[in-house]
T-cell receptor, first 117, second 114 residues
Framework: DGGITQSPKYLFRKEGQNVTLSCEQN?????MYWYRQDPGQGLRLIYY???????QKGDIAEGYSVSREKKESFPLTVTSAQKNPTAFYLC????????????????FGPGTRLTVT | GDSVTQMEGPVTLSEEAFLTINCTYT??????LFWYVQYPGEGLQLLLK?????DKGSNKGFEATYRKETTSFHLEKGSVQVSDSAVYFC?????????????FGTGTRLLVSP
């Protein structure tokens, strides 16, 4: 079955430690995204990648880093510079292709809940 | 910039009641509109979408019509079930940006009791 996997589902870290969240997809999508979800708020875009070896900052990139060395994988590192890292993190993917007249939907993984104490 | 506004929740209904969740948007271009659903502890699933004015998206008994004149995309269902309890997100994607960016509303929690 095609889909997006995120691991682990729950992650606990001490303040000051970097932590990497995994995201893998087998949908053959070019574009991948990372979102952050906080209680009572919508999703906010952290980083996105439209193609391998290329990625761009989203709306709240400070304190985060990503890599896109393979089409299937888009790991997110939450660094110690992120002031409030405790949140639910969602990875998504979609068909890409630059400008187009119809938007393609994004497919989401199950999420990773990160707690930093 | 683009934005999406949803009615605040929770929306509490009895089984078989009629559901409406309001969603309005602001966009500079010609956005596509989406409704996503999130069940507890899970990621988001696409519920339905509409890509141009007057389009109606529908799925699993849910419907929403793209109203350009009122910049709205309200979600409706004629008879809700307990299994519909979830958080519903309205979102838009502005196809003029050259990049598939989704802008989400804050979500509306639906609670359906037997």
């Amino acid at each position: 079955d095609g889909g997006i996997t995120q691991s682990p589902k729950y992650l606990f870290r001490k303040e000051g430690q970097n932590v990497t969240l995994s995201c893998e997809q087998n949908l053959n999508h070019d574009a991948m995204y990372w979102y952050r979800q906080d209680p009572g708020q919508g999703l906010r875009l952290i980083y996105y990648s439209q193609i391998v070896n290329d990625f761009q900052k989203g709306d709240i990139a400070e304190g985060y880093s990503v890599s896109r060395e393979k089409k299937e994988s888009f790991p997110l590192t939450v660094t110690s510079a992120q002031k409030n890292p405790t949140a639910f993190y969602l990875c998504a993917s979609s068909i890409s292709g630059g400008r187009r007249t119809v938007a393609y939907e994004q497919y989401f993984g199950p999420g990773t809940r990160l707690t930093v104490t | 910039g683009d934005s999406v506004t949803q009615m605040e929740g929770p929306v509490t209904l009895s089984e078989e009641a009629f559901l409406t969740i309001n969603c309005t948007y602001t966009a500079t271009g010609y956005p596509s509109l989406f409704w996503y659903v999130q069940y507890p502890g899970e990621g988001l699933q696409l519920l339905l979408k509409a890509t141009k004015a007057d389009d109606k998206g529908s799925n699993k008994g849910f419907e929403a019509t793209y109203r350009k004149e009122t910049t709205s995309f309200h979600l409706e269902k004629g008879s809700v079930q307990v299994s519909d309890s979830a958080v519903y997100f309205c979102a838009l994607s502005d196809r003029g940006t050259g990049f598939q960016k989704l802008v989400f509303g804050t979500g509306t929690r639906l609670l359906v009791s037997p």
